[in-house]
């Protein structure tokens, strides 16, 4: 049996054997600086109509309430920066969702990557996480090393920018854990300045039910035609403040084929978009996350910004 700094070596080594472009351990334990935040946060009612996020407040903030025993999180990174972009000058979808739903990618490889520490390390109970369960995946990622909270809220690093999903594994396995890493956005305030709709109200606060994903994902109801004419011609979540980030310069394209967009996609024109129909929407976004709007939400994104 290893000790703990050997369990991490082999833990690491296979999460960038499995295309994780990062991967950082934190101390399972209750995340008291989060706990104010998260509150006033909801106490704002900048959450808008996504009541989920009012459910579950303690297990949000302490992983052993969703992991018995739980000692370590293991947060990961996926990059999903693509080699290619959408036509210019037509609606515009989050890069994010150009090919197939991540929450599927990413929990195959980490049912893997908990499947190999059973089998390498012995008897190891745990859960993985991707966006579907009430974890703080940002917070974590900042707590184990892997980046900082940038002024859009979305996690940041110098090598790569923010282009990237986070996943975690919360594990009963105690681990050597890493430390954060400082803050790289000085003065600069180009993504505040960037947002059309000022969802950005301060330095690293973002209203959610002011942010066009939200507009175009969240939101079931009409959009507010108070918004007409400010969302750039996105139709299905919004990258302009991870766009402007000077340090998006450095953003690599990804190397999972399951990432990758259909043809047809990038080459759609505004007019396509307009007349596109449920065969074609279903064909096009067959496995993807764009399916999460459904196609009488995407007509509804469409037909508010054209």
């Not at 000790?3 to 054997?17: D, N, Y």
């Not at 940002?138 to 996943?167: D, E, P, R």
């Not at 394209?253 to 990432?259: D, T, V, Y």
């Amino acid at each position: 049996m290893y000790g703990k700094g050997k369990h991490t070596v082999l833990i690491k080594e296979e999460a960038r054997r499995l295309g994780f472009l990062s991967c950082g351990i934190s101390k399972a334990e209750f995340l008291e600086e989060e706990a104010p935040r998260l509150e006033k946060w909801l106490d704002s009612a900048m959450h808008g109509e996504m009541r989920y996020m009012e459910n579950h407040f303690d297990k949000r903030l302490d992983p052993t309430k969703l992991v018995d025993g739980a000692k370590s999180v293991i947060s990961l990174l996926l990059n999903y920066y693509p080699s290619e972009t959408q036509n210019t000058g037509s609606y515009k979808i989050s890069k994010y969702a150009y090919g197939a739903d991540y929450h599927y990618v990413i929990k195959e490889k980490l049912k893997n990557l908990l499947r190999f520490i059973q089998n390498e390390i012995g008897e190891v109970h745990g859960r993985a996480f991707v966006d579907s369960a009430p974890v703080l995946d940002k917070a974590w990622a900042v707590k184990s090393g892997l980046g900082w909270l940038g002024k859009h809220s979305n996690l940041l690093t110098q090598q790569v920018g923010s282009f990237y999903f986070i996943a975690e594994l919360i594990v009963d396995l105690e681990l050597d854990y890493d430390s954060p890493v400082t803050d790289h956005c000085g003065s600069c305030t180009a993504c505040i300045d960037a947002c059309p709709t000022e969802a950005i109200v301060e330095p690293y606060i973002v209203d959610g039910s002011k942010c066009i994903s939200y507009f175009t994902i969240e939101l079931k109801n009409e959009i507010p035609i108070a918004f007409k004419d400010q969302f750039k011609d996105w139709i299905f979540g919004c990258d302009i403040c991870q766009d402007v980030c000077p340090w998006n310069r450095f953003s690599k394209s990804h190397n999972e084929p399951l990432f990758d967009p259909k043809p047809e996609l990038l080459s759609m024109t505004k007019k396509d978009w307009e007349e596109i129909t449920e065969d074609v929407f279903k064909r096009v976004f067959q496995k993807s996350a764009v399916k999460r709007t459904k196609f009488s939400g995407l007509k509804r994104n469409i037909n508010f910004v054209k």
